[in-house]
């Protein structure tokens, strides 16, 4: 590859303060659905990448990450505000951005060197040199030899391989990343995260900067100079960490275990539990409930009851011990602390006295207690419940409460959130659904 | 590499010197060529109407009439490919060309393929007077009307599946709108097309065969071909002949599937979107020679470097300028207006339709043709629920054994290609003999063709069907009519669904063909919509044709809506394998 261009230092933060990359000013994204007012799922966002810098992007699901990442490359146009990149107004993807997808998104009709080349051919590159560049690309990113393959041939981690070498092919300024890593297993993730950071380091490739959008604290610590943590409806930027641990970092280092925790604690802290910081507001009945299992809820919790933990734990030990994901942790803890069973601190989940009580009771006991934490602490179970009691059959259609969540909620998230509360209406034998009438109702089967 | 003219063969790399393969690919190459040239020159013949184009039953003839017959095939076939490229794309890029585009193809897909042939080919006729040209043209376009809908949907539904994140990297590396079609959007939608072609060729024999002998005004015009070909053996009440093209057309068929769609569907198979590899397909004779033989490497190059020119030259085309981003509210008022200008002109197409019939037809007759299509509805509800009845356990035991029904499914392909129309004089035959009510006997001729299609689906269900069920149900000792019950039907029901329905719409078609069946100068015609639109068709009666051609396509929309959908629904919804 070509590395015309002068780079600035990769990893030395403070020295990289200079000029903005790409910046967002006061974005906000709205989606309008059908007649309704429309849904705000970004909330004037400011943001500024600086040169030789990576940012990762942290926040649970639902939180507008990703939206808030098209809308920096130009594949989503913000509602209100604007992003600038080295100066010029974005709009439309722009030459010197380029982007890797979960999905790797190959063509799968194009073979290796056909996918690489394809941004080459799309600008117009002569033949010679798209050729000459793609195969530089492919041998810089290890995928020699592998050429003529077709995607499908290929392992996930090959595959991925392919979408950063057809990214870097561009010779992009700034690389979006949206959760590269996390469609492949953790020790391909981790050898292909450590190819790139060795490429970023050594400054083979001419890229100034990277914003990495992901669920996975870890990999956020171990590869950002910076962390955004983005809060939800509507998503805004909640948090900023800098980090400044010295390169390489390794995830057995103390230092590196703190700023983990921290990252844990700012993560899975609930609005509602949030003491100091923001105003301390009770969830409403669109509140986007954590689509937490059952099953792994009470395996949690008894879990926790028992040693080694002893009503609480680290979170990111609790996630190696439990064989959990940082996304699945963070829904289970959410869900703990909206149910009232625990609550986080100091990178720790600490159980509350329901939650040992829970733990320690027998199934119908359990029944009861999650039941009572769902009405007094879920507005939306408690309303579904007092709608069905006021109602004379002690029934009512699905639609009539998807249509309510859907004001606050696209309408597939509606249903995921709906689904959530009815599988936890269910356990608590609050109320039971027919799936076939779409019917939900006080009588037990 | 650029390819040069001229440049030494010696110096290409071992893959383009000539192998075995360009022995056998040259003549086919060189006969292609000619066999254009012959046609273009036989279609544009003189004619007049009156005359009659001499069809001989000798059967030294029937390789010619073969080859003129699949010539009007692969005419329609390019049209309908044109066709379904240029409205599927509309229908795709464009929310307010969607909304009327979609219900409009969903209507034609509802009318009957024959009413079409009735209805235009006057006007094909006028455009080419004194040439055979119009006529052929009617007959293309008849078969066109039997491809094109289908083949439509299916660009359509995968225009509109086009993964978001391929759309998005298409976006972010800047393919221009046109490399994006060419790139992205239409290899996506190649293997479902290539397999709907497929499936739209097997249906088109059907009306090739039933084009060729064409009436206008009392006229009968036969264009040469194996449909014709079996009009005249009829009149003449001559068996061998029938047998002679029964025979001609097994090949064609044969012939057909081998040198074109098992290449397209085994070459498809690397623009299939999916991440893991799936079964091999054996590589097709053909498809191996077409890649061995230099000749088509040669031609392959030059195609593409055509395509390759037509995509830079794309790519260079200046980026459409963005439009002009209608506010919410002037965006929502002009949908609004689109809205109504779609509904007053569907409205007054409407009153036009009726003030052309109720011109020339009372209201009694219209009610007597809408009790014609309630007989005709329930000759089409009992054969396919009989053929059900037939079909369903013989296709369960089939998909039960796998190695059979992989040995089955080719030959029911066939079958389902085979038009039953050329099985129609044994029919009559036999209810002349044994003096059968034609009311009844008749009717099976409508399902001939088509009950193979819920063989065919039944056997994949069945297929389809995880082994660990049937080993559950083995387990816990599940058996009989439980078995049925609990297990098969509900895990068949899907492939079922989408099988009857197919049936039923083929049903409906034939209708027109099969209710009035001849032998001789003995005409057998029963009760129903389907006769009464032949008859008409016959006597040049246009208002009574279109009558009951509206009424049929009423039947058929209002049938698919009340029954089809909502089984097709229902299948989706609650019993899907997943």
Redesign the interface.
């Known amino acids: 590859m070509s590395a015309d261009t002068s780079l600035s230092p990769g990893a030395n933060a403070g020295a990289a303060a200079a000029t903005a990359l790409i910046a967002s000013h006061a974005v906000c994204k709205t989606y309008t659905t059908g007649e309704s007012a429309g849904r705000l799922v970004l909330d004037h966002i400011d943001f500024a990448l600086k040169e030789g810098e990576i940012v990762a992007i942290l926040g649970k699901s639902g939180s507008g990450k990703s939206t808030f990442l098209r809308i920096l490359s130009g594949l989503t146009e913000p509602s209100e505000g604007g992003v600038d990149y080295r100066g010029n107004r974005v709009e439309g993807p722009a030459h010197g951005i380029a982007m890797v997808f979960q999905s790797f998104a190959l063509f799968p009709w194009l073979t290796v060197l056909g996918n690489v080349e394809l941004g080459l051919e799309a600008q117009g590159v002569p033949r010679e040199e798209r050729r000459q560049r793609a195969v530089a690309a492919i041998d810089l990113i290890g995928l020699d030899g592998f050429e003529s393959a077709y995607p499908k041939e290929l392992s996930g981690g090959m595959r991925q391989r392919v979408g950063f070498a057809r990214a870097l092919v561009v010779n992009p300024d700034v690389l979006l990343m949206d959760e590269p890593f996390s469609a492949l297993d953790v020790l391909t993730a981790e050898t292909l995260r450590g190819d790139m950071m060795d490429l970023w380091l050594a400054r083979r490739v001419p890229t100034k900067g990277i914003i990495i959008v992901s669920h996975n604290i870890e990999e956020a610590v171990e590869i950002a100079d910076r962390i955004i943590i983005f809060g939800s409806d509507p998503g805004c930027i909640r948090n900023e960490i800098p980090i400044s641990l010295p390169r390489p970092r390794s995830q057995s280092d103390p230092a590196f275990r703190r700023v983990v925790d921290e990252v844990y604690t700012q993560m899975t802290t609930v609005p509602g539990t949030e003491a100091a910081k923001r105003r301390a507001e009770p969830i409403g009945v669109g509140y986007r409930l954590p689509d937490a299992s059952i099953q792994q809820l009470v395996g949690l919790l008894e879990a926790l009851s028992i040693p080694p933990y002893d009503g609480r734990a680290d979170l990111p030990k609790l996630a190696e011990s439990e064989h959990l994901s940082t996304e699945e942790l963070v829904i289970l803890i959410e869900a703990l602390q909206l149910l009232g069973f625990g609550q986080v601190g100091g990178g720790d989940i600490e159980m509350m006295p329901a939650g040992r009580e829970f733990a320690a009771a027998d199934l119908q006991r359990r029944k009861q207690i999650f039941a009572d934490h769902l009405r007094r602490n879920i507005p939306l179970a408690a309303h579904i419940r007092r709608v069905l009691d006021e109602r004379p059959g002690h029934a009512a259609p699905e639609g009539r409460f998807l249509a309510e969540l859907e004001d606050y909620l696209s309408e597939e998230e509606a249903a995921k959130v709906f689904e959530t509360v009815i599988n936890w209406g269910r356990y608590a034998e609050l109320f039971a659904y027919d799936y076939d009438s779409g019917v939900v109702s006080l009588e037990n089967p | 590499m650029?390819q040069r003219w001229g440049r030494p063969i010696v110096a290409w790399p071992s893959r383009f010197r000539p192998s075995f393969w360009d022995g056998v690919a040259l003549p086919l190459v060189l006969g292609a060529i000619m066999l254009l040239a012959w046609a273009s020159q036989q279609m544009s013949q003189p004619f007049h109407p009156g005359e009659q184009l001499p069809i001989s039953l000798d059967p030294i003839y029937l390789p010619e009439y073969a080859l003129r017959t699949v010539l009007r095939m692969a005419g329609a076939l390019v049209a309908s490919l044109v066709f379904s490229l240029v409205y599927a794309a509309a229908a795709a890029k464009s929310k307010r060309a969607e909304k009327l585009l979609i219900p409009v193809l969903d209507i034609l897909q509802s009318v009957p393929i024959l009413g079409f042939l009735s209805i235009t080919v006057t006007g094909f006729i006028a455009l080419f007077p004194g040439r055979l040209l119009g006529y052929e043209c009617a007959a293309i376009f008849a078969i066109f009307t039997s491809q094109a809908w289908n083949m439509t949907f299916s660009l359509y539904q995968s225009f509109i599946g086009v993964?978001n994140?391929?759309r998005?990297?298409a976006?972010?590396?800047?393919?221009?709108p046109w490399?994006r079609f060419w790139?992205?959007e239409v290899?996506f939608a190649?293997p479902q097309l290539v397999w709907n072609m497929m499936m739209s060729v097997a249906g088109g024999w059907f009306f090739v065969v039933a084009s060729e002998a064409i009436t206008v005004n009392g006229d009968s015009v036969l264009l040469p071909g194996i449909g014709s070909y079996i009009s005249v053996a009829i009149d003449h009440r001559d068996l061998h002949a029938v047998g002679y093209a029964i025979v001609a057309m097994l090949s064609v068929i044969v012939i057909v599937d081998q040198l074109l769609f098992r290449p397209l569907l085994a070459w498809v198979q690397?623009?299939?979107?999916?991440?893991?590899?799936s079964e091999e397909v054996e590589a097709p004779w053909f498809l191996v020679m077409l890649q061995r033989a230099r000749i088509f490497h040669l031609m392959s190059n030059l195609m593409g470097a055509m395509t390759k020119l037509s995509l830079?030259i794309g790519?260079?085309l200046p980026p459409l300028p963005?439009l002009p981003r209608a506010t919410?509210r002037a965006g929502k008022a002009i949908d609004v207006i689109w809205g109504a200008i779609l509904v007053a002109g569907a409205a007054l197409v409407a009153v036009e339709i009726v003030l052309f019939i109720r011109g020339e037809v009372g209201s009694g007759e219209i009610a007597h043709v809408v009790l014609l299509g309630a007989i005709t509805l329930l000759r089409v509800l009992s054969l396919i629920a009989l053929a059900s009845l037939v079909w369903v356990p013989i296709g369960v035991w089939i998909g039960l054994r796998p190695n059979l029904a992989h040995r089955v499914q080719p030959f029911i392909q066939f079958l389902a290609a085979f038009p039953a129309n050329l099985l129609f004089p044994i029919a009559v035959v036999t209810i002349l003999r044994y003096r059968l009510d034609v009311e009844i006997w008749v009717s099976p001729l409508m399902i001939l063709g088509t009950q193979w299609y819920i063989l065919y689906n039944v056997i994949a269900g069945t297929l389809g069907l995880p082994t660990d069920y049937q080993e559950v149900a083995a387990i816990l000792g599940v058996r009989k009519w439980l078995w049925w019950r609990r297990l098969v039907l509900p895990g068949i029901f899907p492939a079922f669904v989408t099988g009857a329905i197919t049936a039923s719409g083929g049903s409906w078609n034939a209708s027109i063909v099969a209710e009035v069946v001849k032998w001789g100068d003995t005409t057998l015609t029963a009760t129903g919509v389907g006769a009464y639109i032949a008859q008409e068709t016959a006597a040049g009666d246009f208002p009574r044709i279109a009558l009951g051609i509206a009424v049929l396509s009423l039947y058929v929309v209002v049938f698919n809506r009340l029954l089809w959908s909502r089984l097709y629904h229902l299948a989706e919804e609650?019993l899907r394998l997943d």
């Open positions: 650029n993964p994140d391929l998005e990297a976006r972010m590396y800047h393919l221009s490399l790139l992205l290899p190649l690397r623009f299939k979107f999916e991440e893991v590899g830079r790519a260079k963005p919410p609650r």
